[in-house]
T-cell receptor
Framework: GAVVSQHPSRVICKSGTSVKIECRSL??????MFWYRQFPKQSLMLMAT?????????EQGVEKDKFLINHASLTLSTLTVTSAHPEDSSFYIC????????????FGNGTRLTVT | GQNIDQPTEMTATEGAIVQINCTYQ??????LFWYQQHAGEAPTFLSY??LDGLEEKGRFSSFLSRSKGYSYLLLKELQMKDSASYLC??????????WGAGTKLIIKP
């Protein structure tokens, strides 16, 4: 149980375009989902916390107008990278957990974004 | 500030045992997690400790001492597929996850 599906797994886009990444909890409801970014050989960096039915909470230094988050239902959150630039190229990972504080986070398989 | 320390890299031999340590200083404590992350893949959950002591799960065990702000992940009968990064994460008083930088474990034949 507790499967998180993330799509697409890999995307290449041109500079200036926007990319949408979907994160779905397949067999549980998640009021909260988390979006991480990971650069090569570095640890996970929390970008934002996605809250169903309300605005996302962004970490310091993360531009909310550039990384748009929509958590429209208890099983779906989306991250849109707007006007992507080569420096946005990274591994983006979403995670979610069943709504119990002791539950571990379960991660999607990640999306490798390459901006050319 | 909040801080989690893990060794950057460790090397061990196939079939042996390795212990990966994690020390933490956080504002409150609501549990400690260990995750495994293979290169280019997302992390996968390994273990969760909230009370002091040892949690065993097959070849992997995790230990916690809350008074010392210390945990370790013990891997036995190492296999080549165990080569990965191991991430320690602590949930603080606000139930936010604080991540360590990860320990890259290299298994040699």
């Amino acid at each position: 149980g507790a499967v998180v599906s993330q799509h697409p797994s890999r995307v290449i886009c041109k500079s200036g375009t926007s990319v949408k990444i979907e994160c779905r909890s397949l067999d549980f409801q998640a009021t909260t989902m988390f979006w991480y970014r990971q650069f090569p050989k570095q640890s996970l960096m929390l970008m934002a916390t996605s809250n169903e039915g309300s605005k996302a909470t962004y970490e310091q230094g993360v531009e909310k107008d550039k990384f748009l988050i929509n958590h429209a239902s208890l099983t779906l959150s989306t991250l849109t990278v707007t006007s992507a630039h080569p420096e946005d190229s990274s591994f983006y990972i979403c995670s979610a957990r069943p709504d119990r504080v002791s539950s571990p986070l379960h991660f999607g398989n990640g999306t490798r974004l390459t901006v050319t | 500030g909040q801080n989690i320390d893990q060794p950057t890299e460790m090397t061990a031999t196939e079939g042996a045992i390795v212990q990966i340590n994690c020390t933490y200083q956080t504002s409150g404590f609501n549990g400690l997690f260990w995750y495994q992350q293979h290169a280019g893949e997302a992390p996968t959950f390994l273990s969760y400790n909230v009370l002091d002591g040892l949690e065993e799960k097959g070849r992997f065990s995790s230990f916690l001492s809350r008074s010392k702000g210390y945990s370790y992940l013990l891997l036995k009968e190492l296999q080549m597929k165990d080569s990965a990064s191991y991430l320690c994460a602590v949930k603080d008083s606000n139930y936010q996850l604080i991540w360590g930088a990860g320990t890259k474990l290299i298994i040699k034949p």
